[in-house]
């Protein structure tokens, strides 16, 4: 026995599946067109599986910024913050993210990843709990464990399974975190978070929501699902990505409490880690601004999901949740699911195939990220090569049938 010899089950995973001729996760982008159009293969494909919801990726301030941080500042820091120090423009990335959301204090990390492990390891450490819908993202999980605090999952957005798990744990559930998102990844449903804040307020617990996927989307000038739903003032910590809305990479988390300002000693992936580069500070500060000022951007994003929403289910498919940039497309089978993914992409169509363990009680997804930078024209393309479809496949999977709990790290 050795060492690699736990990688035999994942050579056989992967040998079966290039049987089939398909290999999704092995997917070269020969060359990017725009925010949504890009070859593969040597052909012009749509990309609808990449969670560049506003379209920001190509905006021109945004790169006008890049390109003179590059100029100015260098490619890289060649450090992390702790050792090497900051540079001013990650201060005023902090300013302007920790603005935007009204709140005092915020932290930027080189990645949303990071985000979620530097923040979520260093507030909740041995001695204490941490309570997770089932569901979350793998950095979630994997932020819980690099702190070593006690680990329980509830049922995914079931309050109810909250509430009592917070119950048995008595008077520590006063060192408990919560942990939720704003909109989930997998099947682009949201969390019920009045209800979650109510319980949270009643049991005197600690929230964190992480807002990855609703940043820019979600609220009236697009701080997600606590700005909609009305309970920011309410909600501990936030942390999210710039990788998405913002069409940059990094994350950051932010906060009300003076004491977040200490993660900064305490986080080994904020201390550990090198700094963004200076450009994609750049680039992520400029499009703060865009989604500041262009809340049409949300508007037409909306009207494109809706639309596409509409064509798919119009053409028989279930989807995994409401209306929403994120649509879980639910195949019966595996076999299924990655033949569809390869006709799509032969149509000039990129999804996400998502395949158990990585989804929800085993279920088979065909997944789209709507981006506001999709065209009329794009989305009827896509509408169609689905309908193309529907005929080989019988989807009839009822979201209702998902389980809540599924592992998805």
């Given at each position: 026995?050795?060492?690699?010899?736990?990688?035999?089950?994942?050579?056989?995973?992967?040998n079966e599946l290039l049987k089939s001729g398909v290999n999704p996760f092995h997917i070269t982008v020969d060359k990017i067109l725009s925010p949504t159009e890009a070859i593969i293969n040597g052909r012009t494909t749509i990309l609808v599986g990449t969670n560049n919801y506003l379209g920001l990726t190509f905006h021109p301030d945004a790169i006008l910024a890049g390109q003179q941080a590059l100029a100015q500042e260098g490619t890289g820091t060649?450090?992390?913050?702790?050792?090497?120090?900051s540079f001013a423009s990650h201060r005023e990335l902090e300013k302007a993210i920790a603005e935007f959301y009204g709140a005092p204090y915020a932290?930027?990390?080189?990645?949303?990843?990071?985000?979620?492990?530097?923040?979520?390891?260093?507030?909740?450490?041995?001695?204490?709990?941490?309570?997770?819908?089932?569901?979350?993202?793998?950095?979630?999980?994997?932020?819980c464990r690099l702190g070593g605090a006690e680990i329980i999952r509830f049922k995914h957005n079931d309050v109810a399974d909250l509430e009592k798990r917070l119950r048995r744990l008595g008077d520590r559930s006063q060192q408990?975190?919560?942990?939720v998102e704003g909109i989930y990844s997998m099947l682009g449903d949201r969390a019920p978070l009045a209800e979650i804040v109510e319980v949270k307020k009643k049991y005197g617990a600690t929230l964190i929501v992480d807002e990855a996927h609703s940043l820019g989307i979600l609220g009236q000038h697009g701080r997600g699902l606590a700005e909609e739903t009305g309970v920011e003032q309410d909600v501990d910590c936030i942390v999210?990505?710039?990788?998405k809305s913002l069409g940059s990479t990094g994350g950051f988390g932010i906060s009300s409490h003076p004491e977040f300002e200490l993660i900064r000693y305490a986080s080994r992936p904020y201390i550990f880690t090198?700094?963004?580069?200076?450009?994609?500070?750049?680039?992520t500060r400029a499009t703060i601004r865009i989604i500041q000022s262009h809340p049409e951007l949300r508007q037409q994003l909306w009207t494109n999901s809706q639309d596409l929403y509409n064509g798919l289910i119009?053409?028989?498919?279930?989807?995994?949740?409401?209306?929403?940039?994120?649509?879980?497309?639910?195949?019966?089978?595996?076999?299924?699911?990655?033949?569809?993914?390869q006709q799509l992409l032969e149509y000039g169509i990129y999804v996400n195939l998502m395949i158990p363990p990585a989804t929800p009680n085993g279920e088979c997804l065909l997944r789209l990220s709507v981006s506001a930078a999709h065209t009329k024209k794009q989305i009827e393309k896509i509408i169609s090569a689905f309908a193309e479809l529907s005929h080989i496949t019988p989807t009839h999977t009822n979201p209702a049938q998902v389980q809540p709990d599924a592992i998805l790290n």
């Open positions: 026995m050795s060492l690699f010899d736990k990688f035999l089950p994942i050579q056989e995973a992967r060649t450090g992390s913050r702790m050792a090497n120090g932290i930027v990390f080189s990645t949303g990843y990071q985000a979620n492990l530097g923040v979520l390891s260093a507030l909740a450490g041995a001695g204490d709990t941490i309570l997770m819908d089932g569901d979350s993202h793998a950095s979630i999980y994997d932020g408990t975190l919560i942990v999210g990505t710039f990788s090198a700094s963004p580069c200076p450009s994609v500070v750049a680039s119009k053409s028989g498919y279930t989807l995994g949740a409401e209306v929403g940039p994120i649509m879980a497309a639910m195949i019966p089978t595996r076999e299924l699911a990655l033949a569809m993914w």
